[in-house]
Structure formats: C-alpha cells, structure tokens
C-alpha cells in the first residue's frame, strides 16, 4: 500500500504484486473474497497518511469528515460481567425438568406407531 500510485510502480518487475493507494483502499484489494490473510506491504509515507485520512481516537480525521468508531464494550471481560451479582439478579432463574414432548414418529415407515394406529 503506497502514499500515491501514479505512472512510477517501484513494483512492475514482481509478479503477483498490485500496488494500491492509501486513499482508495478496498476490502476485495485487502482481503479477496472475504478470506483475511493476504500478504501486505505498507510504505512509511502511507502508514503516516492513515491517521489524516481516519483519524486517531478521539481526534477527527484532517483530510475526510470521519471519526474512528468507539468501542462499545469497555469490559471485555464477558465472564465476569454475565457472573456478577446484580446481572445475575436479573435474570430469571434457570428452567428444570423441560420436556420438549414426543418425536412423531411416521406410521407408514415404523410398524409399531401402524400397530398402534391398525389394532
């Protein structure tokens, strides 16, 4: 990923390898398919320009009118949280003895649900 792709590709003699710029950078560039896990190389000058371009934490980005998202869970610790007193007060109490009833069972194929149908 270069700062700017113009007419000069410093890698045209590579085969397999497609320069893309920072500015325009897209999901079926980075990650083909949808499958994570291509190799990528980032210039200096394209790794510096992502902050201009998406911001950083709580700073809006200078060039774009975007702000990075926040993080929704501050506690990432979700055992503790789903164990904790006042979530576990809650909640309702946990169900016993449920019974999901009978399997139906096809009397064309099984001959004791037809005996029972034809006596």
């Known amino acids: 990923?270069?700062?700017?792709v113009d007419g000069r590709n410093p890698f045209r003699n590579l085969t397999?390898?497609?320069?893309?710029?920072?500015?325009?950078?897209n999901l079926l560039q980075l990650a083909p398919g949808g499958h994570l896990g291509r190799f990528v190389i980032w210039s200096e000058a394209a790794f510096r320009r992502l902050d201009?371009?998406?911001?950083?934490d709580n700073k809006k980005a200078s060039e774009?009118?975007?702000r990075l998202p926040r993080?929704?869970?501050?506690n990432t610790?979700?055992?503790?949280?789903?164990?904790?007193?006042?979530?576990q007060q809650a909640c309702r109490p946990k169900r016993k003895n449920t019974n999901f009833?009978?399997?139906?069972?096809?009397?064309?194929k099984n001959k004791a649900q037809m005996a029972k149908l034809n006596p």
Do not use: E
């Open 1 to 4: 990923v270069l700062d700017k």
């Open 64 to 66: 774009r009118n975007y």
């Open 16 to 25: 397999g390898v497609d320069p893309a710029s920072v500015t325009a950078l």
């Open 101 to 108: 009833g009978q399997v139906g069972r096809n009397p064309l």
């Open 77 to 87: 610790d979700v055992t503790r949280v789903i164990n904790d007193a006042a979530v």
């Open 71 to 74: 993080a929704i869970c501050s």
């Open 52 to 56: 201009a371009l998406f911001g950083v």
